[in-house]
């Protein structure tokens, strides 16, 4: 069995394998999701990943996953599901890269939106806030040293799991993933 790109919209309830949500900033940062799905699905070709970020490469789309399952209304609904489930039946795995691109104007303020705004916040209720609620959840946060605020999310996590390791690759973070997923099977 091969695993599935599960990309928004899609809801799938009965997973046959380990689920890897992909979370991180998709905006200004590169399209690192396709990188991952690739690493991932080389070190385990079972694994069902979920990537917030539509703008996976049309050779990973034949993995997609489909469904005639009620979809969702909003994305957040559906990354909210996904998370939820990837903890409970995988791995959620944060990627924090250094910001690369240019971020783009917010039609209400007139300044360049923020780089990462959604991911932050994640980091806290599906990271930190999780593992301090519940030691064995299966969450990975890794990023690269130039992303702004890295130290102060490394302190966090640090605070509630002490001898947490900090990778600075995709590569070594999808492995780490990939072990934590397999501890649900």
């Known amino acids: ?3 599935k790109i599960i990309l928004p919209n899609t809801k799938i309830s009965n997973l046959k394998a380990p689920l890897i949500f992909l979370a991180g900033p ?17 070190l385990n070709p079972t694994t069902y990943i979920a990537s917030p970020n539509m703008q996976v490469q049309s050779n990973h789309l034949e993995n997609q ?13 559906w990354e909210r599901y996904y998370l939820k489930k990837a903890s409970e039946t ?10 690369i691109e240019a971020m783009p104007i917010s039609k209400k303020s007139g300044f360049p ?12 209720g599906w990271g930190w806030k999780l593992l301090e609620t519940n030691s064995n959840a299966r969450v990975i946060i890794r990023g690269e040293e130039g992303f702004d ?4 999310i490394k302190r966090n996590f640090l605070a509630i799991k002490p001898n947490t390791t900090f990778h600075s690759t995709l590569e070594q973070t999808c492995q780490e993933a990939i072990k934590l997923a397999a501890q649900h099977q």
């Open 1 to 3: 069995m091969t695993g």
């Open 26 to 42: 998709i905006k200004g940062a590169g399209n690192w999701q396709n990188r991952a799905i690739e690493i991932l699905q080389s």
């Open 65 to 77: 996953a489909r469904s005639n399952e009620l979809n969702f209304q909003y994305q957040l609904d």
């Open 90 to 99: 995988g791995a959620i795995m944060f990627w924090l890269p250094t910001q």
């Open 113 to 124: 939106t923020v780089y990462a705004r959604d991911t932050r916040p994640e980091t806290s």
């Open 149 to 152: 605020g890295y130290d102060v």
